[in-house]
């Protein structure tokens, strides 16, 4: 978590054929090393609600499916479990919000995948910016009513449109934001620093659920590249649990 805390002001550009479609097809056989896919993932929070040895807390579908939440806010997840407590006080006193890392959801998603019954994990995104991506859809000219899935927001600038880059040691990574307002005070700097190339800067959005897919079915190595950045609630709480030594993080159990 750290590691995100201290990243170098230096922008630059990386070609855009790093990243391709974001819905590719279904080659498994392509796909990036597991433990890499788990590595990009795991610094990303993300909060559940379970109990006390770690099961979520699941609902069934109208195809009888069950499901787990996956909050992308602890404040929505907060407001869930206060509004579980008016509907099932009792049910309520059982569970807690959990905090986890988005790379052990992955990994028992991927594991619950063989197992009949298993509950599918699905994710809760922050509307505010649900709102940001379909307005910032509608003004580059696509029709869409609603956006589904979690929003990402990449920055693309420079004559080739390049992904827009910034330094973290020795390697340039590519951030995708879980917040707008994030993405464009990085295109604040990168504007004052290389005005030259900051007049055709664009922001995309793009959903977690594609970058999911890309980073399972590409063996494209820059993919490496890309730092999925927790919104700035998640930042502070993950600086609030460092300052508390409260660092560890819950793992989900399947129930």
Known sequence: MKSLLRWGATLGLVGSALLGSWFYPNLRSLALPEKQVIQTLQQVPVFTIANQQGAPLVASRDNQKQAAGVFISRQDAQTFLKRLKKEKPELAKQVRVVPVSLGEVYKLDKANESKKGAPDFTYVPEQEQVKSAVSLLRQQGQQVKQFQGVPLFVAKGGQEQGYLTLQQGEQKIVPFYFEKEQIQQMIKRFKQQ?????????????PLQGVLQKLQTSNNKQLRQIRLVPSQEALE?????????GGNQAQPQQQ
Not at 194 to 206: G, H, Y
């Open 194 to 206: 290389k005005p030259d190339l900051a007049s055709n800067v664009q922001i995309k959005v793009v």
């Open 237 to 245: 709480y993950i600086r609030s649990q460092s300052n508390s030594g």
